[in-house]
C-alpha cells in the first residue's frame, strides 16, 4: 500500500454518523479518533474543545452544523483499514448537510439515545439513508443516564423500521449508574472497558445477573438470522452450534444489502462498548466495492450509465466545500479510476477544464499531501476553479456527471446591512463565501433598495451564519426580520413569440424564438428543454444559449420580484439569419419572450412545510389548537409508544417562532421534524400582507 496513495478497496470503509441532536454523535466520535490515535486527548462537548466541531459557532451551540470529514485507520484481525467518518448535523435546517453526507457515504452508523429512544429527526434521517439504499449499523448511546433502557430502545426501533430486521449484537451490564460493561452475544462474554479512558478491554464470563437475559437476546439475534438466512435458518432449526465466523459472515452479506441492522450499546461518555462499534463498521458496514454502482450520463450520448469501481477512466464527485481567502478546499469522493496531482480534468457541469493541485488526506488534526488517489476514498483537493458542491470531476476521455445532490430552495429570507458603510465590501465577500460553502444558502441584491438579502433553510440557519459572520469574520452588521421567500409562478400555459431586432454600431441583429411556458407543479422547481427542432439547420450554439438563457431568466424575478418556480419551459422554435444571429441575440429573443409571458400575470406563492410532532396525549390538544389558528392541516394523528404522532402540512409564515413555543406548549415533552414541503398559492387576504409589507424592514 502506497502511504496515502492508492487504497486496496476492501480495506476502505466511508461512514455517515447520523442522529438525532443531542444523541451523542460528536462524543463518540470523538472517542473513536482517539483510540485510533489520531487525536491525543479525548475532547468534551461540555468543555467546548472537540475537533470534529471546529468552527466557534457550533462551539457554542453545542451542535455539528458543517459535516466534516476525518479519516483514521483501524486495525481489525491484522489488517490495516481506512475509514472515513462523515459527521452529519442532527437540526432540520441543515438537512443539505445530512443530505450530501448520506450521497457519498457507503454505510452510516446510526446513534440512539438511550434515554430519548427513537425521535422524529433520526426517524427523518433513517428513511433520508434509506432512499439512497445506504446499509446501517445502530448503537444504542448513553446507557448510563437516568431513565435508560436498552430493552426500551430496542423494541421502538424494531416498530419503527419493520423494513429491515434489527438484531442486537449485545446487551449492557447494569444500568444507569451502574452501568459496567456489555455482553458480546456473538463470543457471549462480558466485555468491560478499564483504564482512565476505557482503553484496555478486559474479557471475562458473562456475570449470573444478565446471564438470562444474555441468552435471550442471542436466542434473538440466532433466529432473527434465521429468519433471512437459509444456511443459519437450517442449523438453527437442528438445534447444531453456529460458528461465530459463519455467522459474523452471513451477518455481512445481510448487513451490506441493508437487510439486517445489527444494535450495538453502550455509553459514548463513560467510555463503554466504543472499539466493538469500530470493530463492527469494519466487520458489517459496506467497502466501496460491496457496494452497487453509481448512477451518472454520459455527457457525450445522454445516455445513463454506470460507473464501477473497475472502470479505468477517473470520475469523482465534490460533496463539499470549505471557502478560503485565496483557494477554496473540496471535498472529493472517487467513484473510478486514479488522480494524480496536476492531472487535468473536466468538471462536467460547467464543461471547463480544471487542474488538479493539491490532493489531500484530511485526518481530523493533520492533513497530508499525497500523490495520488485511487477510487472509493475520500480527499480534499484544491485547484479546481469554479468547481462546486454536487459537481462531477472527470478525466477528459470519458465525460459523465454524477447524479448531482438535491438541495432544497431557501424559504426565508432576511436583509443584512453592515453597520459601518465602510464594511460593505467585506461584508458581500464574507456572505459570497458563506454560499459558496453551502448551497443552501442564497444571496441576493433587493432589486427596489439594492439590499443585501441572505435567504437560507430556516431561522436557526440563518442566525448561525450571522454569528458566524459577527464572530469569525469580525463584521458588525445589522440583520431584519426574517421574511418568507416567496415564489411566483405563471397564471396560465402559453406560447409566445421572442424578438430581438436591435442595430449595435454597425451591425443588425435579428432573431427570433418560440417558447411554450406551462405552469406546472414540478419538484425541481423549472424544467427547461428544447422540442425537436425541424426544418433548419439550427446550430447548436443557437440551442445551447436558448436553454442557457431560459433556465437562468427563469431563477430570476416575476412581476412581484420573487423568482419564478413552478414552471416548464420548451423551446419550440429559433429563426434567424447566418448574419444576424448570434448567441447574443438569441439570448435576448428569449429574454423578452420571457418578459412578455411574465407580464401576461403572475401568481404568489408561499413554501409550505411538513410538520410531524411527536408528544404526550396530554399536550396533543394544545398543540392542535395552536396549529389549526396557523394555517395548518392536520392528516394525521396517529398513537405511538408513549403517546401520538401528529402530521400536518402548514405554511411557513405561520412557523417562525415555533422551536421556542413547542416546550412551552408542551412542557417540553414534544419534539418535532419539519421539512419545506413545495409551494402553494397564497390566498387574497395573505397577498395582501404579503405585498403591503414587501420591503425588508430592520425593527
Ligand atoms: P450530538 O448532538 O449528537 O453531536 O451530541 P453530543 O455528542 O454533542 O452530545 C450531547 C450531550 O450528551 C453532551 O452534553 C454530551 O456530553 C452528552 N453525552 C453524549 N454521550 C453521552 C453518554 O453516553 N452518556 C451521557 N450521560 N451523556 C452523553
Ligand atoms: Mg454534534
Known sequence: MAAGGTIDLHTIRNIGVIAHIDAGKTTLTERFLYYTGKTHRIGSIDAGTTVMDYLDEERDRGITIVSAAASFNWQRNNDDYLVHLIDTPGHIDFTAEVERSIRVSDGALVIFSGVEGVEAQSEKVWRQSDHYNVPKIAFINKLDRLGASFRRTFDEITDKFPQVKAVPMQIPIGMESDLRGVVDLISMKALYFDGEDGGDIRVEEIPEEVLDEAEFSREELISGMADVCD????????????????????????VVCGIVCPIFCGSAKSNIGIQPVLDAVIDFLPSPYDRYNCHGTDLRTGKEVEVNVEDQEFCGLIFKLVAGPSADLLYLR????????????????????????????????????????????????????????????????????LESIDFPQPVISIAVEPKSAKDRDKLESTLDMLCREDP??????????????L????????????????????????????RVAYRETIQKPCVITG?????????????EVDIEFTPVKLEQGIEVSVAPIKGKNIPNAWINAAAETLTNGLKSGGNLGYSLIYIKGVVKGIRGLPEKTTEGSVAGAVLNALQKAISEGTTLLEPLMKLEITAPDEVIGEITGYLQMRRAIIHGIDNIPGGRRLNCEVPLAEMFGFSSALPKLSGGRAGFSMEPHGYQEISREELQKATADRGYSFS
Open 455 to 482: 435567504s437560507g433553510m430556516g431561522e436557526l440557519h440563518l442566525e448561525i451564519n450571522s454569528n458566524r459572520i459577527q464572530n469569525e469574520f469580525n463584521i458588525e452588521a445589522r440583520y431584519g426580520k426574517p
Open 231 to 254: 444456511e443459519i435458518a437450517s442449523l438453527y432449526l437442528e438445534e447444531a452450534e453456529i460458528p461465530d465466523d459463519l455467522l459474523i459472515m452471513q451477518l455481512r452479506r445481510y
Open 334 to 401: 472517487t467513484y473510478s479510476g486514479i488522480l494524480k496531482l496536476n492531472d487535468m480534468l473536466v468538471n462536467s457541469r460547467t464543461d471547463k477544464k480544471v487542474r488538479v493541485k493539491r490532493i489531500l488526506r484530511l485526518y481530523s488534526k493533520s492533513v497530508e499531501s499525497v500523490e495520488e488517489v485511487g477510487p472509493g476514498d475520500i480527499v480534499g483537493i484544491m485547484g479546481p476553479s469554479e468547481t462546486f458542491t454536487g459537481d462531477t470531476l472527470c478525466a477528459p476521455q470519458r465525460q459523465i456527471a
Open 440 to 453: 443552501t444558502l442564497e444571496l441576493k441584491h433587493h432589486e427596489g433598495t439594492g439590499q443585501l438579502i
Open 499 to 511: 424578438i430581438f431586432d436591435k442595430t449595435i454600431g454597425d451591425n443588425e441583429f435579428y432573431t
